[in-house]
């Protein structure tokens, strides 16, 4: 307890409330009073010892305490008095709650620590609802709350089952990392060669929680449009399989949401791909201008250019697979098997880049027009590359007259037939 001296004076509106109530009401007229006071209390008023303090009868008491209560006092003073002994009232009253909620909080903590500690010793590898951060791991509780651990723990083996769980959460960042740089192989198996010609595959497609994924058969492509639209051509079930010849263009997509629930974003995604007869093979690109481009290419040019991208991302992976076995001993073994199925891949496809340079076998009259078609114009072509100082219009050139040629083949092979 401490003594305050406190002068006091009366508001107009406080001035009118305390006529009413019949207490002193001259509002020119100052009052000094000493009263013992709590040093809680003293904060409530804001203010000190030998402080003062303007009193207004009107709105100035605390909600709790009824106005009648107080202007019914004997005069100003003691309703200053009464007030201060119920606010001093009032602060012991919450002291008691605060220490009766930081007992129940303190409490609570308790539980929910060793309910905490009970679920990761079942299972260090718990993800859901724990996360570790600078050595600390905070575990939260549905309906509950959550605690935080830390490697400094007071108890021994709390402490060393954080940093068990943090340093095996470090090791799988390291290696989720590392798995960014070095891919896997993608499925990709040989297409099947059918009796009536063709090669036998499946659609691959997206796994899209909130568009289904579309497959398309690209017959031909309208650059002014985009996203799928731009893409003409017959619809394929995504899963199903399809016997398509060599060379043709198949284009799968769906939507992907980059965003979060309340706020998405859309993010549109498409995988262009080649039928090979080493498998459905993604072309370099995805856009409507790289699939017009392949358009354009004879069936040739489009297997040789999926194989040499194949054959290009193979070589990529083996290096990164050397460079992480080094760099990361922990992941050794994976590297070396990631790496022994990239050379695989890369081994497989260029075998199949070296069956295009091999002469197709000649049986029939129209088998020994189109080799020669094939072979004068792959022979004028190297001589009149721009890269070889020719020209583009001499290229479009040759390319006419071989298309020209083949459908004169065509239309003569249809007559005989």
């Not at 001589?383 to 007259?401: C, F, I, Q, R, V």
Request: charged letters at 20%.
């Amino acid at each position: 307890m401490t003594t305050a001296t406190i002068t006091y004076n009366l508001s107009a509106a406080g001035q009118k409330a305390a006529i009413l109530a019949g207490l002193p009401a001259n509002r020119n007229q100052m009052a000094t009073i000493e009263v013992e006071v709590p040093a809680d209390a003293l904060d409530l008023f804001n203010i000190s010892a030998g402080g003062a303090l303007s009193y207004d009868f009107a709105a100035g008491w605390d909600s709790d305490m009824e106005q009648d209560e107080v202007l019914t006092s004997a005069n100003a003073v003691q309703a200053i008095r009464a007030h201060i002994a119920f606010k001093a009232e009032k602060v012991e009253r919450r002291r008691i709650e605060d220490e009766q909620r930081k007992e129940q909080r303190r409490l609570e903590s308790a539980d929910l620590r060793a309910q905490a500690i009970e679920m990761l010793q079942a299972d260090p590898n718990q993800s859901y609802g724990v996360t570790v951060d600078s050595g600390t791991i905070t575990v939260v509780l549905p309906l509950r709350g959550h605690a935080v651990l830390g490697s400094d723990d007071s108890d021994p083996q709390v402490a060393a089952l954080v940093q068990q769980i943090v340093a095996a959460r470090e090791v799988a960042a390291r290696k989720a990392e590392n798995e960014k740089l070095l891919p896997s192989v993608p499925a990709c198996e040989a297409c099947a060669l059918q009796p009536g010609g063709g090669y036998k595959f499946d659609v691959p497609g997206y796994s899209s929680k909130w568009e289904a994924p579309w497959a398309k058969h690209v017959a031909s492509v309208d650059v002014a449009q985009a996203n799928g639209t731009a893409f003409n051509g017959s619809w394929m079930d995504v899963g199903k399989s399809y016997v398509q010849p060599a060379g043709e263009l198949i284009v799968t997509g769906a939507k992907r949401n980059t965003g979060s629930r309340k706020r998405p974003s859309w993010d549109k995604i498409r995988t262009l791909y080649v039928v090979t007869p080493a498998g459905l093979l993604r072309a370099d690109g995805n856009d409507a201008p790289t699939a017009a481009a392949f358009l354009a290419q004879t069936v040739e040019e489009r297997l040789r250019a999926v194989y040499v991208t194949r054959i290009d991302l193979a070589t990529k992976c083996v290096q990164a697979a050397t460079a992480l076995i080094s760099e990361h001993p922990e992941i050794a073994a994976e590297g070396h098997d990631r790496g022994a199925l990239w050379i695989a891949e890369g081994e497989r496809i260029t075998a199949a880049l070296a069956d295009l340079d091999r002469p197709a076998p000649i049986g029939t009259l129209e088998e020994a027009a189109e080799a020669i078609i094939s072979a004068g114009f792959k022979a004028l072509a190297l001589a009149n590359h721009p890269d070889k100082g020719g020209s583009a219009a001499t290229m479009a050139l040759l390319t006419d007259a071989r298309n020209s040629l083949r459908q004169i083949l065509q239309a003569a092979t249809a007559v005989q037939s």
